[in-house]
Nanobody
C-alpha cells in the first residue's frame, strides 16, 4: 500500500524558511513524478513544484520560483521542499503527491501539513 507522509510544517514569520519532507513507501517510485501542491483557505488546490523521481529538471509555479527548491533523496525515499523567503500568501496546507511518469493524474496523496506565515 502506497503511503506519502508529509512533515515539517509549522508557523514562521515572513521572510523565514521551512523545509517540508515527504516520506514515500509501498512501492518503487523510479518511474514516478513527485509533486507538491498547496491549498489555502477558500481557494482551490494549486501546483507548487514537481520533480521526476529518477532525476531531471524540476518545475515550479511562478509564484514560488526562486524561493522554493524541490529535491529528492532516493536512498531515503523522501522528497523535500525547501521554502525560503516565505510570504503570508504562502500560508496553506501543503500536500505531497505522486503520479506515473506518463500519467497526468496524481494517483497518490499525503494527508497534508499546515504552513502558516505570519506578517
Amino acid at each position: 500500500q502506497v503511503q506519502l507522509v508529509e512533515s515539517g510544517g509549522g508557523l514562521v514569520e515572513a521572510g523565514g524558511s521551512l523545509r517540508l519532507s515527504c516520506a514515500a513507501s509501498g512501492r518503487t517510485f523510479s518511474s514516478y513524478v513527485m509533486g507538491w501542491f498547496r491549498q489555502a483557505p477558500g481557494k482551490e488546490r494549486e501546483f507548487v513544484a514537481v520533480i521526476p523521481w529518477s532525476g531531471g529538471n524540476p518545475s515550479y509555479a511562478d509564484s514560488v520560483k526562486g524561493r522554493f527548491t524541490i529535491s529528492r533523496d532516493a536512498a531515503k525515499n523522501t522528497v523535500h521542499l525547501q521554502m525560503n523567503s516565505l510570504k503570508p500568501e504562502d500560508t496553506a496546507v501543503y500536500y505531497c503527491a505522486a503520479r506515473g511518469i506518463f500519467r497526468s493524474v496524481y494517483d497518490y496523496w499525503g494527508q497534508g501539513t499546515q504552513v502558516t506565515v505570519s506578517s
